[in-house]
DNA sequence: ACCGTCATGTAATCGGTTACATGATTCT
DNA sequence: AGAATCATGTAACCGATTACATGACGGT
């Protein structure tokens, strides 16, 4: 079995925060990962399984009430995650935006400028505010990609501004 | 049965070269969309295949040679293509750009900037190549859609050199 | 006690990807 | 003629998404 980006991202998290179930789990994506890569609900149960059964991650179940399970990160599992990590992908990221595939397929540019220039304006503030009340000691990663963020939606807003002014 | 963003691909470009073979859909595909939304080679055998079951595109088998199929959109593959270009969509495109999770799980900035950056340079240059040897009577969309990823690729750029560089 | 929402999964589906396989052309 | 490559698919697998289902908890 290999190990896929949503792997990393569950041991990575759950290096953090040991010991959480997968509703935890949920809410720790939703409010860091998240912002740039979606998790669907149901496979922060099931990759956690797969990776039990690998090893990588050691699994416990409740005794008393919602008997739900508990999660662990393994030596393997951190070690793995190290790995990956350590060796840079030069792996390329497409855009891959529908909206770009409609723009490219003729769609009307004011039109289309002017409902996803909103989406990302709406974006953008979002990580503003995010970056806003992001704390002192924060570790530098996620205020790294955070940046990231927030420069890419500054050139999509200004894009598709352009776009629903100017009409090409 | 629904329509992926690959079957409006697969459908779009139909439109403009009709009765190709799934081969030369694959080259054609390459030198457009293809440089911002990756499709196998596969799927563009599978793909028109579905398109024609379902009354979306007319399949034609040659008689001698290879016997190949060719496909030409239909009435209703055409409509389904516009209705879809005429809404626009406010759905948002994530990064999910794997170095940025590396860099998030607290990879190295300095060596993970290094890669990312010449990756990213490598692939705005093949973009300003693309640009200059844009033909003038071309169509609006696919040159749009050319300025947003140069747009994009030089804010890449700008991010990763600077991580490079500044290691924050 | 009841009801609604939160929490926690399982099952089925399906597009996308990887692997494999074979028939034409082209080149030496 | 034989080798290498181009062209054209088929089959199998698998992660991701959608749908469905049920159990706990909190409030009234």
Known sequence: MALTYTSYIV?????HCPGITPYE???VVAQSVGNFWSVPHT???TEPARLAAEGYLKEERER??????RYTITAKGKSALREWVASPTSEFTELR????LQLWMG????????????VHRRRLEQYL???DTLPPGAPPGPAATLESGIGHEREWV???ERLARDGA
């Open 107 to 118: 769609a009307d540019p004011v039109a289309l400028g002017m409902v996803q220039a909103e």
């Open 43 to 45: 496979q922060v149960y």
């Open 64 to 69: 008393g009430g919602r008997r739900r399970k």
């Open 11 to 15: 041991l990575g998290l759950l290096e």
């Open 25 to 27: 789990l949920k809410g």
């Open 129 to 131: 505010e995010i970056r």
């Open 158 to 160: 200004r894009f598709w």
């Open 97 to 100: 935006d529908p909206g770009l």
